[in-house]
């Protein structure tokens, strides 16, 4: 078989791995909940599991590319949005925060509609979901991110406000400059004011 | 030397048995000239009837216990001696050096009791102590058996510092605890030599230096058969063929022997390099602070020194009892309480048991409510507590979905205030995990922080405990999707932390 039809047939099969974990892993979590044991990782393919599930390790680009080939970031934006509801969350977050490392068009619309789907939710996972898809997207959408995370200073959660002061700073844009002057009078939580500060820190050193 | 009253020893035992004592002879505390005046089981002591001795200490200075009599000991400045009780009041068994070519252990002489602390103070020369001899950070004095020590000291094997060698010699040293010895240091690189006593179970070294520009640490450990054990690793290879998994860190390290069961720890003297080093190469122009921990036990509680955040309005305050997670309600919160039982159970199996728990807010400090790597140190550098490990309750851990921080692999057991002092485990886990898996997470960053090493790391190296397994069932796993075993060698070198009491 040519190394394009290897390719694709291991693409195939994390295709089906994703459809599998999409079946398996809401029962493999609930049984694990119920047993109070050890959490079982969700089937399919290990090591894609075990490079989006370190307790402190956070992965490369080399060795995600080493796991999913060229089809990395496809593939990422899929675990991220989650397979048919069979999404294990861990997971997601840190899909979400892998593509921060293979920026392009695809990338930066998934990250826009994580944005736009949990924008609005103040608590629970998807202020994690926001915090890692507004993180990412600051890292490959530079300036052309600021419109996207300026209206997130206003978040209800100060987690997340704090997440998007901190990605504005990342842009590394001038036009955040204001977004966040302006901001900064309004804050009342000290996370987030010193979030805001290290950001102007930041760009204006810039 | 041992100061000693035993008129007051004797009238005091003398109020307490006196009740007791019938028959015709002299009871405590009264006048005799030999031991037959007193009742049975009493000695004559110093004209007056005392209870019969069991140990030296009972008879103080320049006597010792014979048979049941404090017998005073004769001896002259310059006398063979080969242990404290071999000499007279006023004297001392000072090590001379005698017997360092021969396989025994060192002898000494009788001399006179200079001035200075008592065995089992803290010491830094041989000058701070009355017996003439500081080890490993402790006042010492010579000995042949345990009997010959004070109550809650054995008599240890333990190595002399001699210019050119390090013969043994036997003192007593604390049967329990640990040991700290304070090594002065005077230039950015150096070499120590470490003495490690018979009844050690593992010493650390933590070395620091007050610039977090410089790493610091040691380049080279030898053990006393000349064993190569660390050479500073240039390559990630030579990182993992090092018998000993160790590496420098800025502004502090700490390594710790044996950090495997492949390592046996051996009597004598351990030769170390320690520098400060540039991050560019070469040595650093800061001079290190270094401190030895002795653990001389099998103590084997973990006290745990928990610290919170601001953890006001958390997404996920769902998942605390009340809505509320701080110093005041995480002892009365029974899913909190499950969590440090949880940790207790995995920890188990090494025969670790969690000791004191403790609480502590931290407000005022919105910086660290979230917590980056970059600013770790300085979370941790707010810990205060000398014992245990430290874990700060934090808001969340950047980059998202990183769930815990440690502070070092070990980090420096008995070292509050420092930034490798403790581990931080952010509370958004509990987003999309159960208390139970936020324990695991906790349990895997405390054994970390305690010296154990992944069982497989990412990049699929593996541990140098032979006998540990690359499974994700293993603890040390270093997923989140990880099961809570440990193998014997694991549990062995958990237990040989200093930071345990």
Avoid at chain 1, 24 to 47: I, Q
Avoid at chain 1, 62 to 90: H, N, S, W
Avoid at chain 1, 158 to 169: I, Q, T
Wanted: glycine share 12%.
């Amino acid at each position: 078989m040519s190394e394009r039809g290897t390719r694709r047939q291991a693409r195939r099969g994390r295709r089906t791995w994703l459809r599998c974990a999409a079946l398996l892993a809401p029962a493999a979590l609930v049984a694990a909940a119920r047993a109070g044991g050890p959490l079982e990782a969700p089937a399919g393919d290990r090591a894609l599991v075990e490079i989006l599930s370190g307790i402190d390790y956070v992965p490369s680009r080399g060795t995600i590319d080493d796991v999913l080939g060229e089809a990395a970031p496809e593939d990422l934006i899929d675990i991220a949005r989650g397979v048919e509801g069979g999404e294990d969350p861990g997971l997601r977050v840190r899909a979400y925060r892998a593509l921060a490392l293979y920026p392009s068009e695809e990338t930066r619309a998934a990250l826009r509609a994580a944005i736009a789907e949990h924008g609005a939710v103040a608590g629970g996972v998807d202020t994690l979901y926001l915090r890692a898809a507004l993180g990412s997207l600051a890292r490959v959408d530079g300036e052309a991110a600021v419109p996207d995370l300026g209206p997130l200073l206003g978040h209800p959660s100060r987690d997340v406000r704090a997440e998007a002061a901190l990605a504005l700073g990342e842009t590394g844009a001038e036009a955040a400059v204001p977004i966040l002057r302006a901001r900064l009078p309004l804050e009342s939580v000290a996370q987030v004011r010193l979030a805001i500060a290290e950001a102007l820190r930041a760009l204006e050193a810039d | 030397m041992r100061p000693f009253n035993h008129i007051a020893v004797a009238v005091a035992l003398g109020a307490a048995l006196s009740p007791g004592c019938t028959g015709g002879g002299a009871a405590v505390g009264e006048e005799c000239t030999a031991a037959g005046d007193c009742m049975d089981g009493l000695q004559c002591l110093g004209g007056l009837c005392t209870p019969a001795c069991e140990l030296h200490v009972e008879c103080g200075d320049g006597y010792r216990c014979d048979q049941g009599t404090c017998a005073l000991v004769t001896s002259e400045i310059g006398d063979r001696c080969e242990r404290e009780i071999d000499c007279g009041p006023g004297q001392i068994c000072a090590l001379d050096g005698a017997g360092a070519g021969g396989d025994g252990p060192l002898a000494g002489t009788c001399q006179a009791q200079p001035p200075g602390l008592v065995t089992g103070q803290a010491c830094e020369a041989d000058s701070d102590c009355r017996s003439g001899v500081c080890a490993i950070g402790l006042c010492t004095e010579m000995c042949q058996a345990t009997a010959d020590c004070a109550p809650g000291q054995t008599c240890a094997l333990i190595p002399r510092l001699l210019p050119d060698a390090a013969p043994i010699f036997s003192g007593c040293l604390p049967r329990q605890g640990v040991a700290v010895d304070h090594v002065a240091v005077a230039s950015p690189r150096t070499t120590l030599r470490v003495p490690v006593p018979s009844t050690a179970r593992s010493f650390a070294l933590v070395a620091r230096v007050d610039s977090t520009d410089q790493m610091v640490g040691a380049t080279r450990v030898v053990d006393p058969a000349g064993r190569l054990l660390f050479a500073n690793p240039a390559t990630t290879d030579d990182f993992y063929r090092n018998p000993l998994r160790y590496a420098p860190g800025f502004g502090i390290s700490t390594l710790l022997v044996p950090n495997t069961p492949d390592i046996d720890l051996q009597v004598g003297a351990y030769e170390i390099d320690v520098a400060s080093l540039l991050p560019v190469g070469g040595t650093g122009t800061a001079v290190p602070e270094v401190t030895l921990f002795y653990k001389l036990d099998t103590a084997a509680s973990l006290d745990l020194h928990f610290h919170f955040l601001d953890l006001t309005d958390h997404p996920c305050a769902a998942q605390f009892d009340g809505g509320r997670l701080d110093a005041t309600s995480a002892g009365m919160s029974p899913r909190f309480q499950q969590y440090v039982s949880a940790i207790d159970a995995m920890l188990a199996p090494a025969g670790l048991t969690v000791g004191e728990v403790t609480y502590r807010d931290i407000g005022g400090r919105g910086d660290l409510d979230a917590i980056r790597r970059e600013h770790l140190g300085e979370l941790l550098a707010l810990s205060d507590q000398p014992t245990g490990v430290s874990v700060f309750v934090v808001r969340s851990v950047s980059p998202v979905g990183v769930q815990a921080l440690v502070g070092g692999t070990p980090g420096p057991p008995r070292t509050p205030g420092t930034a490798a002092s403790g581990i931080a485990v952010g509370a958004d886990t509990l987003c999309y995990r159960s208390w139970d898996i936020l324990a695991r997470i906790t349990a895997h960053a405390l054994a970390r922080q305690m010296g154990l090493y992944f069982n497989r790391a990412p990049d699929g190296a593996l541990d140098t405990i032979s006998d540990s397994d690359d499974s994700a069932d293993n603890l040390m796993f270093f997923s989140e999707f990880g099961g809570t075993s440990l193998s014997e060698g694991q549990r062995d070198v958990l237990r040989r932390y200093p930071g345990l009491r």
